[in-house]
Each structure stands twice: as structure tokens, then as C-alpha cells.
């Protein structure tokens, strides 16, 4: 496995021309969400391309108020299940290669951050999208493979790259669950039992949701109100948000829901301090 720690280790990897380059940025502490990336981009780059996953966990996307310094790191566990999974090169940039003492500039998309994570988090999707504009930067993938479970970031990396003319494709790729239905997060395992027993009410919540736009439900406040009644069963979920929103815009739905364009039910649910995110982007009855 090759492990690249500095930027001229990482110029020499991509300077052997090696296409399509397929990349996946991560924070670490990996599980088989991550790993599910990895194993679509292998599927993608192809006997004849390279797959690149980065770990970092990027302080430029945490508020002073958030878990930055205990967010968790398993480097040794991270390069045990890369070994099993077909990629090529890890970058694990130190926080002092990726960022200068001095920096100043720092890339902002201010009309899909506004709602969801960027009203609840400021700053963030700041940080994100820098980071990962660096990245591309650095990589210069052919493709990129982000997570379905950040719907919000998927569609402000999407734009970013849109409105920047990022030679990038975005890909991405769905949410896995335990079996329970909880979707796979590293910060879980901030959960003591009694919180992730209970953690598993945001995916029956957006299951709630599926039933009702399957049953015909075009309402959205109704929908809001179903997925809210099924959060308030558990009584250690503290809801930061409930968003019932247009897909394409992450605004509110106003009037009735079209199912050709579908809509986005987004959560954030906080157990004790443990802020979880999980979405439905329901596109029409499923088996239609
Ligand atoms: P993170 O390490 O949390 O920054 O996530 C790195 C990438 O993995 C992002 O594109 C996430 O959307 C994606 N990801 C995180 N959790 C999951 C999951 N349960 N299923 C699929 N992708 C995920």
C-alpha cells in the first residue's frame, strides 16, 4: 500500500499519468460506508486507473465549539481495511501540509449552505469546500465518489465544481446502514447503548416518510409532521432539524410535492452530544 504524507510524495504518484483517477476524500475512522465509496470508485477507475483515498480530518469544517480534538482517529485500523479493499494510494497530509500559518482564502458557496447543516453548523460548508477544492487541486482526479448520507455537501461539491469548471464527474453513492437501519457514521461511536439504541428513530423516521409518499402523501407539512411524531418516540433525541425540502434547490417545499422532481427529507438529531445526520431522497414510488 503506498501511504503519501507531502505534497511532492503525491505530485510524483499522480505524475505517472495513471488514468481514469478516481478519488475519495475522507476523515478516517473508516467503516463500510466509506469503504463502499472506495469499492465504487475501483469499479470505476477500472482494471487501467488508480484509486486515491485521502484521510483527513480537515479542522477548517469544525466550529471551536465542535469535536474537532476528539473526533476519532484509527489510522492503524484505517490502513488494516484499505489492505482489504482494491485501491492504490493513501494521502494523509499532516494538518500543517494542507494548511499555512497565514492562509487567507477560503472558497464560499452561499445558496445551497444556507439551510440544513449550514444553518445549524456556519462555516462549514466553507471548510468543506475549500478542503476539497485543495484536494482536487492536489489529486486532480477524473472522478470523485461522495456520500449519498451528506446530501447537502454532495450537492454543494456538485456545484462547486460546476460553478469553478472543476474538470471532475461527481459520483455518488448510496447510504449504508447497519442492520438496524442506522446509517453508518464514524461519530456512532460517540453513542453509549442507551443513545444508540435509540439512534435507530431517524432511519424508522424517513421510513415513515417512504410509506407516506409511496401511499400518495404530496403534502409537506403533513409529511413533517408524520416523520416528527415518529422522532418524538425516542425520548433522547433532541431534533436540531426536520426539513422537508426541494431536492435540486434544498429549499422548502412550497405546495404540493411533484414526484418527478422528488423531494429531500433531511435530519439532524442530536443523542447526548452526538449530532446525527440521515436523509431520504424519495424520487417517485418505489418499484414505480
Ligand atoms: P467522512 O469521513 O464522514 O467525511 O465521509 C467521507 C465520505 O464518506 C463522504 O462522501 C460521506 O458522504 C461518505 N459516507 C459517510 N458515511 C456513509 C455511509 N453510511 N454510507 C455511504 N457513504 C458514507
Redesign the pocket.
Same mark, same amino acid.
Given at each position: 500500500m503506498n501511504i503519501l504524507r507531502e505534497i511532492p510524495e503525491l505530485r510524483a504518484w499522480t505524475g505517472r499519468g495513471v488514468h481514469p483517477r478516481v478519488f $475519495?476524500?475522507?476523515?478516517?475512522?473508516? *467503516?463500510?460506508? *466509506?469503504l !463502499? =465509496?472506495i469499492d465504487r470508485a475501483r469499479a470505476e477507475a477500472g482494471d487501467q486507473g488508480e484509486v486515491i483515498v485521502s484521510i483527513f480530518v480537515n479542522p477548517t469544517q469544525f466550529a471551536p465549539t465542535e469535536d474537532l480534538s476528539t473526533y476519532p482517529r484509527a489510522w492503524e485500523a484505517d490502513c488494516e481495511k484499505c489492505r482489504s479493499r482494491g485501491f492504490d494510494a493513501v494521502f494523509v497530509p499532516p494538518v500543517e501540509v494542507m494548511y499555512r500559518p497565514d492562509a487567507s482564502v477560503r472558497i464560499l458557496e452561499d445558496r445551497l449552505s444556507r439551510g440544513l447543516c449550514g444553518a445549524s453548523r456556519p462555516g462549514h460548508f466553507g471548510g468543506v469546500c475549500t478542503v476539497v477544492a485543495k484536494l482536487f487541486n492536489l489529486v486532480q482526479p477524473d472522478a470523485a $465518489?461522495?456520500?449519498?448520507?451528506?446530501f447537502q455537501? =454532495?450537492a454543494i461539491i456538485r456545484r462547486m465544481v460546476r460553478d469553478l469548471d472543476f474538470p471532475v464527474t461527481i459520483l455518488a !453513492?448510496?447510504?449504508?446502514?447497519e442492520p438496524d437501519g442506522l446509517?453508518? !457514521? !464514524?461519530r456512532n461511536a460517540y453513542l453509549n447503548p442507551e443513545e444508540r439504541a435509540g439512534a435507530v428513530v431517524l432511519s424508522q423516521a424517513l421510513g415513515a416518510a417512504r410509506k407516506s409518499l409511496d401511499e400518495g402523501e404530496r403534502d409537506p407539512h403533513r409529511l413533517s409532521q408524520i416523520v416528527g411524531a415518529v422522532l418524538r418516540e425516542s425520548p433522547l433525541g433532541k431534533t436540531d432539524y426536520l426539513a422537508v425540502m426541494h431536492p435540486g434547490t434544498l429549499e422548502p417545499w412550497i405546495g404540493a410535492i411533484h414526484p418527478a422532481e422528488g423531494v429531500l427529507v433531511a435530519l439532524a438529531v442530536f443523542f447526548g452530544k452526538t449530532r446525527l445526520i440521515d436523509n431520504l431522497h424519495w424520487t417517485g414510488p418505489s418499484g414505480a
Amino acid at each position: 500500500m503506498n501511504i503519501l504524507r507531502e505534497i511532492p510524495e503525491l505530485r510524483a504518484w499522480t505524475g505517472r499519468g495513471v488514468h481514469p483517477r478516481v478519488f $475519495v476524500p475522507t476523515m478516517g475512522a473508516l *467503516h463500510e460506508g *466509506h469503504l !463502499s =465509496l472506495i469499492d465504487r470508485a475501483r469499479a470505476e477507475a477500472g482494471d487501467q486507473g488508480e484509486v486515491i483515498v485521502s484521510i483527513f480530518v480537515n479542522p477548517t469544517q469544525f466550529a471551536p465549539t465542535e469535536d474537532l480534538s476528539t473526533y476519532p482517529r484509527a489510522w492503524e485500523a484505517d490502513c488494516e481495511k484499505c489492505r482489504s479493499r482494491g485501491f492504490d494510494a493513501v494521502f494523509v497530509p499532516p494538518v500543517e501540509v494542507m494548511y499555512r500559518p497565514d492562509a487567507s482564502v477560503r472558497i464560499l458557496e452561499d445558496r445551497l449552505s444556507r439551510g440544513l447543516c449550514g444553518a445549524s453548523r456556519p462555516g462549514h460548508f466553507g471548510g468543506v469546500c475549500t478542503v476539497v477544492a485543495k484536494l482536487f487541486n492536489l489529486v486532480q482526479p477524473d472522478a470523485a $465518489v461522495f456520500g449519498e448520507k451528506d446530501f447537502q455537501q =454532495l450537492a454543494i461539491i456538485r456545484r462547486m465544481v460546476r460553478d469553478l469548471d472543476f474538470p471532475v464527474t461527481i459520483l455518488a !453513492s448510496p447510504t449504508i446502514r447497519e442492520p438496524d437501519g442506522l446509517a453508518m !457514521s !464514524s461519530r456512532n461511536a460517540y453513542l453509549n447503548p442507551e443513545e444508540r439504541a435509540g439512534a435507530v428513530v431517524l432511519s424508522q423516521a424517513l421510513g415513515a416518510a417512504r410509506k407516506s409518499l409511496d401511499e400518495g402523501e404530496r403534502d409537506p407539512h403533513r409529511l413533517s409532521q408524520i416523520v416528527g411524531a415518529v422522532l418524538r418516540e425516542s425520548p433522547l433525541g433532541k431534533t436540531d432539524y426536520l426539513a422537508v425540502m426541494h431536492p435540486g434547490t434544498l429549499e422548502p417545499w412550497i405546495g404540493a410535492i411533484h414526484p418527478a422532481e422528488g423531494v429531500l427529507v433531511a435530519l439532524a438529531v442530536f443523542f447526548g452530544k452526538t449530532r446525527l445526520i440521515d436523509n431520504l431522497h424519495w424520487t417517485g414510488p418505489s418499484g414505480a
